[in-house]
């Protein structure tokens, strides 16, 4: 099997990744099917709210710099947006690894 680095540099050089700004990342995640979703783990706008709620997030995101959720009907990757865009990038990385590397299994809601 091959190992995390092999992995992420060889999505790298497929998708000809040289711009790992924040922007360029959720581009990235897009065009994988996910849709990012920033929150606060204090206040968010209405729509933002009423997924947290329809997927009984509420304790993640209070404790959370990310996490992406994963259903037969969603493929959701969530972002604190009270991290500076740095650190988006990082926690984003993150998720995109977990994501590459074939982590969820859509059968059944998933969090990680």
Same mark, same amino acid.
């Given at each position: 099997m091959k190992n995390i680095k092999q992995i992420a540099n060889k999505f790298i050089?497929? *998708? #000809?990744?040289?711009?790992?700004?924040? !922007?360029?990342?959720i581009k990235i995640t897009e065009k994988l099917g996910y849709t990012v979703v920033e929150f606060s783990s204090i206040f968010n706008d209405e729509d933002t709210d009423e997924i947290i709620k329809l997927l009984k997030l509420?304790?993640?995101?209070? *404790? #959370?710099?990310?996490?992406t959720y994963? !259903?037969?009907?969603?493929?959701?990757?969530?972002?604190?947006?009270?991290?500076?865009?740095?650190?988006?990038?990082?926690?984003?990385?993150?998720?995109?690894g977990h994501i590459v590397c074939?982590?969820?299994?859509?059968?059944?809601?998933?969090?990680g």
């Amino acid at each position: 099997m091959k190992n995390i680095k092999q992995i992420a540099n060889k999505f790298i050089d497929e *998708n #000809s990744i040289v711009d790992k700004s924040y !922007s360029s990342l959720i581009k990235i995640t897009e065009k994988l099917g996910y849709t990012v979703v920033e929150f606060s783990s204090i206040f968010n706008d209405e729509d933002t709210d009423e997924i947290i709620k329809l997927l009984k997030l509420e304790d993640k995101v209070k *404790n #959370s710099a990310g996490f992406t959720y994963v !259903s037969e009907k969603y493929r959701l990757v969530f972002i604190n947006e009270d991290l500076g865009e740095e650190e988006k990038s990082v926690v984003l990385s993150h998720e995109l690894g977990h994501i590459v590397c074939g982590h969820f299994n859509s059968n059944v809601p998933f969090i990680g």
